[in-house]
């Protein structure tokens, strides 16, 4: 929704809410026992006719408020108040489904989940946009209040902060079908329930997952950089992207290798990814 109040002072409201219920059944039916070294399922039975049950739901909700002010005709200040809320539950299991019509349970807490995740980022954000010349700018700072929990094995851990994250827009406006563009933001990046999870699920019939409650969020920084050209006459469009990155304490997974057999978690890594990728392109229409 907008509302144009007058000349100098204009309003947005945005809103978004996700509901997702995701119910995924997996059922190997093997010859031989997976895992066997841990003496999981019941080997007195015909085959190994496994099954994990998986219930995940999503509640999201996202809501910001912009207010524009408008200083002279090429410059602005805009202001943004928000708030994003996810709550997450995950509940998994798994059974043999043996000979006679019954179900063999894991009953230990390695192999099953019932876990509760609350995600919360309250934001305030500034921002001032300019154009002098064949430049704009758009400058910006914003300010972030996070609370995150996760319930499980009965104990909560909470991981409560806060933030200043800047980022800034940059445009050189070559000509009017030409352009060279800058963008540079830092960002919290923030996982979902199924890292988190402590217990052990089937990804694959060789392969166990499993979170890690005690995860931390990573710091990214990017900057990029694109160029656009279009030609009307000719019907050429000339483009290319520069974009570095950097993210400090990122989530990483890690294998543990037995035979055929792996395990995987979630883990932070005491390191700094870089990554520098570019593309580039030419198109032309007869």
């Known amino acids: 929704m907008f ?42 039975q015909s085959s190994f006719n496994i099954n994990q049950t998986r219930f995940v739901k999503t509640n999201k909700l996202d809501a910001k408020i912009d207010y524009y002010y408008s200083l002279t005709s090429k410059s602005n200040i805009n202001i943004t108040i928000g ?62 209040l996070y609370n995150t929990y996760n319930d499980q094995l009965n104990s909560r851990v909470r991981d409560d902060f806060s933030r200043i994250l800047p980022d800034v827009f940059a445009q050189y406006q070559i000509k009017k079908s030409e352009s060279l563009t800058y963008n540079y933001r830092m960002s919290n990046v923030f996982s979902d329930i199924n890292s988190f999870v402590q217990g052990l699920t089937f990804s694959n019939f060789n392969s166990f997952n499993r979170g890690n409650r005690l995860l931390e969020n990573a710091l990214q920084q990017t900057h990029s950089l694109r160029y656009f050209k279009y030609n009307l006459f000719n019907y050429t469009t000339i483009f290319g992207n520069l974009i570095y990155s950097k993210t400090t304490d990122p989530i990483v997974n890690r294998a543990f290798f037995n035979g055929i057999y792996q395990l995987n978690e979630r883990v932070n890594l005491d390191v700094e990814n870089e990554s520098i990728n570019g593309t580039i392109g030419y198109q032309r229409t007869f």
Request: hydrophobic content about 30%.
């Open 3 to 44: 509302w144009t109040q007058d000349e100098k002072n204009t309003w947005a409201l945005e809103m978004q809410h996700l509901y997702q219920d995701e119910d995924p059944l997996y059922n190997p039916n093997l010859l031989n026992e997976p895992f066997e070294e841990l003496g999981l399922f019941d080997v007195n």
């Open 83 to 144: 708030n994003t809320n996810s709550n997450q539950s995950y509940n998994s299991g798994i059974f043999q489904a043996l000979d006679d019509g019954t179900n063999f349970v894991l009953e230990s807490d390695d192999y099953k989940n019932d876990v509760r995740y609350s995600f919360n980022d309250a934001y305030l954000g500034v921002h001032y946009k300019f154009i002098t010349g064949k430049f704009t700018f758009n400058p910006g700072v914003s300010f972030h």
